[in-house]
């Protein structure tokens, strides 16, 4: 199937190979030329603009930082909206607000045009094995009908509920991992501190009940002093700072998220915001003066 891909970064460079290794035909964008190179090199075809990928393309699957973007990609000057023909459908990947996801949807509707959000989980390891586990929001028979291309980039696709709801589903992932890596920051360097190697420690304590995916991933990144995003620190406060607006919005306190957000707000203050978000580590370094490696 011909298929559009708007934004090919950490994400959207692997989950649209996987596409193309699928048998799809891709035709891509973004405002960053190397990373269409990329993509060109692998077998696609590049569009000058999001309007260009609606006029060659009836599905298209958007993947770019926020709200404002994907509005722009979507509603903006040479956006897909201007060359899309009625029955397209937007595929948003995007970890985006849920009342940003209503109110594209709605735009988009009334152009004859149908837009489900369906964001992700499992990181850029998750993106190039094709593993992502993806949570969907919007019309049920589009979820139907794009089923299959989700599963060429994940190993899950669930139906979350109406619109919104799949990101809805991803601040509820984003609020469980900032927390689960403050925790192991925490933790580990209190490790440290009291003289116990870290690296004993994570061995001694992951195939127990305070394991986790998370654990597994990012305290080994920790160890080896690797901060390369994978996810950067201000890509989570922006899901935070959506959390944190969204909760406010329907009564539900986030007295936890709330606090690891003014850690991470510290860390973007300090420079850290392109540094992966194992980097909390980096605010109880900051608090002791110790680093957290094994010795
Ligand atoms: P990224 O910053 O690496 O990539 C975003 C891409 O969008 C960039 O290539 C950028 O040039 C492009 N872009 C921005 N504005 C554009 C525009 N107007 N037109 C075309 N292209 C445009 O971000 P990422 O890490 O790939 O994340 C993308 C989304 O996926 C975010 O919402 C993020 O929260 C979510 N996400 C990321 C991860 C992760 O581990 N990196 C995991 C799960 C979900």
Redesign the pocket.
Known sequence: MKLGF???????KPMAKNLLKAGHELVV????KE?MDILVEAGARAASS?KEVAQQCGIIIT????SP?VK??VCGENGILEGAKEGTIIIDM???APSASQEIYTICKEKGVKLIDA??????PKAIDGTLSIMVGGDKEVFDKVYDILMAMGSSAVYCGATGAGNTTKLANQIIVALNIAAVSEAFMLATKAGVDPKIVFDAIKGGLAGSTVMNAKVPMILDRNFK????ID?HI??LNNALDTAHKVGSPLPLTAQVMEMMQTLHADGFGQCDHCGLVKFYEKLTGDEVVSK
């Open positions: 708007i934004g090919l970064g950490i994400m959207g964008y973004d405002i960053v990373n999001s993947m770019l930082p926020n973007h722009e990609v995007s970890s985006i964001p992700v989980s499992g990181g850029e995003p994978g996810f950067k890509l922006k899901d």
